[in-house]
Nanobody, 117 residues
Framework: VQLVESGGGLVQAGDSLRLSCTAS????????MGWYRQAPGKQRELVAT????????NYADSVKGRFTISRDNGKNTMYLQMNSLKPDDTAVYYC???????????WGQGTQVTVSS
């Protein structure tokens, strides 16, 4: 099983980034896919999750209206479009794949996003 994130980097406040997470070894269409983040000295927190086929998309209040989660089942890839980035968005962003019926719960290695003011 592999979850490989990419797309992080150093940007200025107000800029945009798109993160990608490509999965292998999981049943992508039967997984709730999510993005989480962890800033220095803080606990890991949910950013957004999406369960295809159940019309279930969740966003943290802090990113609503700025971030959009999406997936391409044909490519086993999930995306996080991040617009209007703020310094508070600085964190390591992790991809998560959780089977709908609890058979697995996997994490990627994380990608750093740094937003300068």
């Amino acid at each position: 099983v592999q979850l490989v994130e990419s797309g992080g980097g150093l940007v200025q406040a107000g800029d945009s980034l798109r993160l990608s997470c490509t999965a292998s070894g999981i049943i992508f269409g039967f997984s709730t896919m999510g993005w989480y983040r962890q800033a220095p000295g803080k606990q890991r927190e949910l950013v957004a999750t999406e369960t295809r086929g159940y019309n279930n998309v969740n966003y943290a209040d802090s990113v609503k209206g700025r971030f959009t989660i999406s997936r391409d089942n044909g490519k086993n890839t999930m995306y996080l479009q991040m617009n209007s980035l703020k310094p508070d968005d600085t964190a390591v962003y992790y991809c998560n794949a959780r089977h709908l019926f609890g058979r697995y719960d996997y994490w990627g290695q994380g990608t750093q996003v740094t937003v300068s003011s």
